[in-house]
């Protein structure tokens, strides 16, 4: 009996493997659903659809892009965690995808999903986040504004994209090295935070510089320093926050590509091939990217992996210390 036991189980199990083998193999028969979990318009978009259109290209079935935003992109991201394993549903998403469940569990709230409910496919981009003001503002350099805030701690204001998100966590990060205390105004997305920054509603916000650029080239905006290890070609006469001494302060908005955890290797294989030939042998994926002022970082799932184990030590301990906000 027991050797008959063995023997079904070890066909099952050659059954299941041939069946993956086969479903990669043929895999897509039908759309694909890439979901973002943030309003169109926002830095993980552009490169979704520049993918998705790559992508429709290689696997000849439509490839269609899934805004589904809301809390903090805890609803698109939980959408994609819950989906059949098959290789239809994917998540494109940034860094909120390290920093929610560590914000929901200081506040003893179940997070929607963890980092372990998804496969990491594909980095795609990852472009640092620049600090600016408004062209009029008094600190010409960012040690200016570190002496000024010095003297006056939680006086100075800076608009982000909401709580925990892409702009107020290399914002703290930067203050908490540079030793100073800034005021944090949440708004709705990191647009509005641009906006008030030039209304003078706030005196200074982060964002990618393809977001910012168009308002620094026309005078409107005056950047301070940026998060990354080396100088954006976009901004070369830009110090990153390494070279002036702030090595605590290292942020990446990055873009990758994730399937949900149980997806088949065969099949996630077969997915991260058609990404690496629709981003690195399709010349009109980097040249939409830099078009768009961003930068093609693409690093296949293993050195991906990698990047995030870095990036979210980075996080954890920035959302740790920033402590619960409301």
């Known amino acids: 009996m027991y050797a008959l036991n063995r023997y079904w189980k070890v066909a099952a199990c050659a059954l299941l493997l041939a069946t993956s083998a086969v479903g990669a193999q043929d895999f897509p028969a039908r759309p694909v ?127 982000s994209s909401g709580v925990y998100g892409a702009s107020h966590l290399p914002i703290e990060m930067v203050a908490h090295s540079a030793g100073i205390k800034l005021r944090h105004i949440p708004y709705k997305g990191g647009g509005p935070s641009i906006m008030a920054v030039l209304a003078g509603e706030v005196a200074l916000t982060a964002s990618v510089p393809a977001a910012v650029a168009p308002y620094i080239k026309s005078g409107a905006l005056r950047p301070l320093v940026q998060t990354g290890a080396r100088r954006h070609p976009s901004l070369p006469d830009v110090p990153t926050s390494v070279e002036l001494g702030y090595n605590g302060a290292e942020f990446y908005l990055w873009i990758g590509v994730f399937a949900p955890a149980k997806t088949p290797e065969a099949l996630t294989r077969r997915i991260r091939a058609d990404i690496a030939q629709a981003v690195q042998q399709d010349p009109a994926f980097a040249q939409r990217m ?37």
Do not use: C, H
């Not at 892009?65 to 965690?81: D, E, F, H, Q, S």
């Not at 990852?126 to 010409?140: F, Q």
């Open 33 to 159: 659903d890439l979901t973002v979990p943030f309003p169109p318009g926002g830095a993980a978009d552009a490169p979704a659809r520049f993918l998705g259109e790559g992508l429709g290209k290689v696997w000849k079935q439509p490839v269609v892009i899934n805004n589904r935003a809301g809390a903090g992109g805890g609803i698109g991201a939980g959408y994609v965690k819950r989906a059949a394993p098959d290789g239809y549903t994917l998540l494109v998403t940034n860094p909120g995808l390290l920093s929610l469940p560590e914000s929901e569990r200081m506040f003893d709230r179940p997070p929607p999903y963890e980092r372990s409910d998804f496969q990491p496919l594909a980095l795609l981009v990852s472009d640092p986040t620049v600090l600016v003001v408004k062209a009029d503002a008094p600190w010409k350099t960012f040690q200016d504004l570190v002496a000024d805030a010095k003297k006056r701690p939680d006086a100075i204001s800076y608009g």
């Open 290 to 326: 830099s078009g768009a002022g961003a930068l093609v970082d693409y690093r296949d799932a293993p050195a991906f992996n990698e990047f995030l184990d870095k990036d979210f030590a980075r996080i954890k301990a920035a959302v740790q210390r920033i402590g619960k906000v409301e």
